[in-house]
């Protein structure tokens, strides 16, 4: 392949990239293709007359490019009489790498080449589709980018914004047919059509209520499966689908949804059948042969990710004014999979705010730690903050300083993600709020590096008079206070600040924030406590509750206000609390706790 990249030089200046486009052959032949490079600034006038002055990301491609072909979304092909380019035009291909040992031949430009198996079932599903123009080229990453010239796989890796926002489609291959997946794929289209209508969505949670399953059985954890393939752990896929919105189509076998209609359904699972759709799930398990317990887990952290971290993000980065906050980057980085730890940053710099984004520059002769680095300063160049320091380095695992994130670093619960960025503005209950601002206007002093410290400006607050202990830590140290005053005049007011602090303040209203306190101190108390209706969500992970309470008797001896810990919790009447707002308090806690520790 050196020869053929050699031949088809990039240049920077012309946006250039290089795209392949796959010969139609018999079946029985190995599959060909033609490598070549283009310019995205070659379009035709027909297309610069009807979009002009436009910024390219002023709004969402998706309306521009549907706005160009008078196509509705779920058209896949361009116009054949009008393209934008006078090249044509081109789809970009998201999908798994897979293990490197394990490839096939195929001829790019005439020679015979090795590609992953993976992409190589990929292109041979692309090539044996009858809805893949055969006007359309293939933007393939392990193809088009000379993965051994650090240059320019820096260079093209900058550009991935660019390459998967301006891409007619974006085609997101799973894989091919294979645990019941084409059960999982009809289910996802009835749920989908279901969500148009509140009253039809409403209709099938209470018959699902009711224990009336009316999906094929198998269903549920075909869609499990499907949901838990590779794909859905690797990083780059973020912003592949992300950038690709409502023209990414995904590929299973001889299935094709689009992602939208995932989102859509997914959403319906979410909102409405998240407990109804337990029995269909358990049912199919059973049927199965297999644990429940063990593939409730997994299924719901696998929704989660799909529908919390992918899903709400593709609605956000669709929307006018959307933008992805730093944190939630730095968690789907430390939640996803890449071979490279420099990727954590570069494959996710096509969501980054572009202020911070336009201040890195991939580059692949740098360690993971500099890279880290380099993109913690650009965020305090860009946003005159060091907010980042919420997710500080503390265990070092990176090599980098202390004050910079380790985008490696696993953090908190998979209950929550970019709610809080996509709703931000929205006055809604306990959902994580944090505008705040501490300096009271005064100017921002710029932090500046010392060697391997941040020197920043700060105000004396207080000492830390006292240290409680974790667990689960490698040291169990418990510091206990020299004061011991009230400093809140009353024993109410005094629990009540208690619980506020144990999920670090963590919601906008703080009314029946005392229930934590209340919770069963025992295990035997609290499964005595879940058994009863309605405790379910607790019951379903005596695991993590166990947790809770090794934290408390951890710290049970802690002097708060001149009394032992164990004083000030009941450990009982949890049941006069609101049960919904006891179940968020208590989850608040754990992802308190997993910022305070991990």
Same mark, same amino acid.
């Given at each position: 392949?050196?020869?053929?990249?050699?031949?088809?030089?990039?240049?920077?200046?012309?946006?250039?990239?290089?795209?392949?486009?796959?010969?139609?052959?018999?079946?029985?032949?190995?599959?060909?293709?033609?490598?070549?490079?283009?310019?995205?600034?070659?379009?035709?006038?027909?297309?610069?007359?009807?979009?002009?002055?436009?910024?390219?990301?002023?709004?969402?491609?998706?309306?521009?490019?549907?706005?160009?072909?008078?196509?509705?979304?779920?058209?896949?092909?361009?116009?054949?009489?009008?393209?934008?380019?006078?090249?044509?035009?081109?789809?970009?291909?998201?999908?798994?790498?897979?293990?490197?040992?394990?490839?096939?031949?195929?001829?790019?430009?005439?020679?015979?080449?090795?590609?992953?198996?993976?992409?190589?079932?990929?292109?041979?599903?692309?090539?044996?589709?009858?809805?893949?123009?055969?006007?359309?080229?293939?933007?393939?990453?392990?193809?088009?980018?000379?993965?051994?010239?650090?240059?320019?796989?820096?260079?093209?890796?900058?550009?991935?914004?660019?390459?998967?926002?301006?891409? =007619?489609?974006? #085609? +997101?291959? *799973?894989?091919?047919? $294979?645990?019941?997946?084409?059960?999982? /794929?009809? %289910?996802?289209?009835?749920?989908?059509?279901?969500?148009?209508?509140?009253?039809?969505?409403?209709?099938?949670?209470?018959?699902?209520?009711?224990?009336?399953?009316?999906?094929?059985?198998?269903?549920?954890?075909?869609?499990?499966?499907?949901?838990?393939?590779?794909?859905?752990?690797?990083?780059?896929?973020?912003?592949?689908?992300?950038?690709?919105?409502?023209?990414?189509?995904?590929?299973?076998?001889?299935?094709?949804?689009?992602?939208?209609?995932?989102?859509?359904?997914?959403?319906?699972?979410?909102?409405?059948?998240?407990?109804?759709?337990?029995?269909?799930?358990?049912?199919?398990?059973?049927?199965?042969?297999?644990?429940?317990?063990?593939?409730?887990?997994?299924?719901?952290?696998?929704?989660?990710?799909? =529908?919390?971290? #992918? +899903?709400? *993000?593709?609605?956000? $980065?669709?929307?006018?004014?959307?933008? /992805?906050? %730093?944190?939630?980057?730095?968690?789907?980085?430390?939640?996803?999979?890449?071979?490279?730890?420099?990727?954590?940053?570069?494959?996710?710099?096509?969501?980054?705010?572009?202020?911070?984004?336009?201040?890195?520059?991939?580059?692949?002769?740098?360690?993971?730690?500099?890279?880290?680095?380099?993109?913690?300063?650009?965020?305090?160049?860009?946003?005159?903050?060091?907010?980042?320091?919420?997710?500080?380095?503390?265990?070092?695992?990176?090599?980098?300083?202390?004050?910079?994130?380790?985008?490696?670093?696993?953090?908190?619960?998979?209950?929550?993600?970019?709610?809080?960025?996509?709703?931000?503005?929205?006055?809604?209950?306990?959902?994580?709020?944090?505008?705040?601002?501490?300096?009271?206007?005064?100017?921002?002093?710029?932090?500046?590096?010392?060697?391997?410290?941040?020197?920043?400006?700060?105000?004396?607050?207080?000492?830390?008079?006292?240290?409680?202990?974790?667990?689960?830590?490698?040291?169990?140290?418990?510091?206990?206070?020299?004061?011991?005053?009230?400093?809140?005049?009353?024993?109410?007011?005094?629990?009540?600040?208690?619980?506020?602090?144990?999920?670090?303040?963590?919601?906008?209203?703080?009314?029946?924030?005392?229930?934590?306190?209340?919770?069963?101190?025992?295990?035997?108390?609290?499964?005595?406590?879940?058994?009863?209706?309605?405790?379910?969500?607790?019951?379903?992970?005596?695991?993590?509750?166990?947790?809770?309470?090794?934290?408390?008797?951890?710290?049970?001896?802690?002097?708060?206000?001149?009394?032992?810990?164990?004083?000030?919790?009941?450990?009982?009447?949890?049941?006069?609390?609101?049960?919904?707002?006891?179940?968020?308090?208590?989850?608040?806690?754990?992802?308190?706790?997993?910022?305070?520790?991990?």
């Amino acid at each position: 392949m050196e020869a053929i990249y050699a031949s088809q030089p990039l240049d920077p200046e012309r946006r250039q990239l290089r795209l392949i486009t796959i010969n139609p052959c018999s079946c029985d032949e190995l599959l060909s293709c033609e490598l070549s490079t283009y310019s995205l600034l070659d379009t035709t006038q027909a297309h610069d007359d009807l979009l002009p002055q436009r910024h390219r990301y002023s709004r969402s491609l998706t309306s521009s490019a549907h706005e160009w072909s008078d196509a509705q979304v779920g058209d896949l092909n361009p116009s054949t009489n009008r393209p934008r380019f006078r090249w044509g035009d081109y789809a970009a291909l998201s999908y798994v790498w897979g293990n490197p040992d394990d490839a096939a031949n195929i001829l790019v430009n005439g020679e015979q080449t090795k590609v992953g198996r993976n992409l190589f079932e990929a292109l041979n599903a692309v090539r044996e589709s009858e809805w893949f123009g055969n006007r359309m080229k293939l933007w393939i990453d392990a193809l088009c980018i000379n993965q051994q010239d650090t240059w320019e796989r820096g260079h093209q890796v900058g550009l991935m914004r660019m390459i998967y926002a301006e891409a =007619w489609l974006v #085609l +997101g291959f *799973l894989g091919p047919e $294979r645990d019941g997946s084409d059960l999982a /794929v009809d %289910l996802i289209e009835c749920l989908a059509n279901t969500s148009r209508s509140v009253r039809a969505c409403e209709q099938l949670r209470d018959k699902m209520v009711q224990h009336e399953l009316p999906h094929p059985c198998g269903s549920w954890l075909a869609l499990d499966r499907l949901l838990n393939r590779p794909y859905w752990s690797r990083l780059w896929i973020v912003q592949e689908l992300v950038l690709g919105g409502a023209r990414a189509i995904l590929m299973c076998g001889s299935r094709r949804i689009e992602w939208m209609t995932l989102c859509r359904s997914l959403s319906v699972i979410h909102e409405y059948l998240w407990n109804p759709h337990d029995e269909a799930f358990t049912r199919d398990c059973e049927t199965a042969g297999l644990s429940v317990k063990v593939e409730v887990v997994a299924e719901s952290n696998a929704s989660m990710h799909v =529908w919390k971290d #992918l +899903g709400l *993000l593709t609605l956000l $980065r669709e929307s006018p004014t959307g933008s /992805v906050k %730093l944190a939630t980057l730095i968690l789907l980085a430390s939640e996803t999979a890449c071979s490279d730890d420099r990727d954590k940053v570069y494959g996710l710099l096509g969501l980054m705010d572009p202020s911070i984004a336009q201040r890195i520059i991939p580059d692949y002769g740098k360690s993971a730690a500099s890279v880290y680095t380099d993109t913690a300063e650009a965020y305090i160049a860009a946003h005159h903050s060091v907010e980042f320091l919420r997710d500080a380095n503390l265990l070092d695992a990176s090599g980098s300083p202390s004050w910079v994130p380790d985008w490696k670093q696993k953090r908190r619960c998979r209950d929550h993600r970019p709610d809080e960025d996509v709703h931000e503005a929205e006055d809604i209950e306990g959902l994580e709020w944090r505008p705040y601002c501490a300096d009271s206007g005064l100017p921002f002093g710029l932090p500046r590096r010392q060697g391997p410290h941040l020197i920043c400006q700060a105000v004396l607050l207080d000492t830390v008079d006292g240290l409680g202990c974790n667990p689960e830590a490698k040291s169990e140290v418990l510091v206990q206070p020299c004061g011991t005053v009230d400093y809140y005049g009353s024993a109410e007011a005094m629990m009540e600040q208690l619980a506020i602090a144990l999920y670090a303040g963590r919601r906008r209203y703080h009314r029946d924030s005392r229930s934590i306190l209340h919770l069963p101190l025992t295990l035997h108390d609290a499964e005595t406590q879940f058994s009863k209706p309605g405790w379910e969500a607790f019951a379903r992970d005596m695991y993590d509750y166990a947790r809770w309470l090794s934290w408390f008797d951890s710290n049970a001896n802690f002097i708060v206000g001149g009394r032992e810990l164990r004083a000030w919790f009941p450990g009982h009447e949890a049941e006069r609390f609101e049960l919904g707002r006891v179940v968020e308090i208590y989850l608040l806690f754990f992802r308190a706790a997993q910022r305070r520790y991990c």
